[in-house]
């Protein structure tokens, strides 16, 4: 089946502790791409990656990190989580570059303590 | 890119259409006009997407005003699955989504 995963589902941790949030496409996707949502503040791009090792800043990066090694996972870490940082995170994938149609995973949820 | 205006919230009757409008009168001739959906906190779901002509999917069919200053999505047989918010997005970026407040849609049997 086609998808996109994400890994944890949930998660609850303490400030500082750095941890990593895994995500991976099996459709051989070239775009992917993280948000973050909260409440009243909708859907947020943290990074994005065009393709292997090409990766760029969103609208909310601060705090965060990627990287893209393969084409199918796009892991997002969290150096020193602060509580600012509890939400809802998703995944995504595009096929192409050139398409508007993202593929989203299931959504992590972090809480920072 | 073009901002974009959808009522916080609309019902629909199980089975009938539902006709969700979207404003974006400030949209550029290379922005495009594209939806999705989100059922309860799953992840975004791509609906259907546009430049200037009317669209049609196996979801959705999406109506582009000729001075693309506005468009509607339509759901022709509206099911208590599609319950969720709808979000009306307009951009040049490939990959670049802002997403809005949205629309929450409730169909009621």
């Known amino acids: 089946e086609a998808q996109v995963t994400q890994n944890p589902r949930y998660l609850i941790t303490v400030t500082g502790k750095k941890l990593t949030v895994t995500c991976s496409q099996n459709m051989n996707h070239e775009y992917m791409s993280w948000y973050r949502q909260d409440p009243g503040l909708g859907l947020r791009q943290i990074y994005y990656s065009m393709n292997v090792e090409v990766t760029d800043k969103g609208d909310v990066p601060e705090g965060y990190k990627v990287s893209r090694k393969e084409k199918r996972n796009f892991p997002l870490i969290l150096e020193s989580p602060s509580p600012n940082q509890t939400s809802l995170y998703f995944c995504?994938?595009?096929?192409?570059?050139?398409?508007?149609?993202?593929?989203f995973g299931p959504g992590t949820r972090l809480t920072v303590t | 890119d073009a901002k974009t205006t959808q009522p916080p919230s609309m019902d629909c009757a199980e089975g009938r259409a539902a006709n969700l409008p979207c404003n974006h009168s400030?949209?550029?001739?290379?922005?495009?006009v594209y939806w999705y959906r989100q059922i309860h906190s799953q992840g975004p779901q791509y609906i259907i997407h546009?430049?200037?002509n009317n669209e049609t999917n196996e979801m959705a069919s999406l109506i582009i005003t000729e001075d693309r200053k506005s468009s509607t999505l339509i759901l022709p047989h509206a099911t208590l699955r599609d319950t969720a918010v709808y979000y009306c997005i307009v951009s040049a970026r490939w990959g670049k989504l802002q997403f809005g407040a949205g629309t929450q849609v409730v169909v009621t049997p």
């Open positions: 400030t949209i550029s001739g290379n922005e495009y």
């Open positions: 995504a994938s595009s096929p192409r570059t050139d398409t508007y149609e993202q593929y």
């Open positions: 546009g430049l200037k």
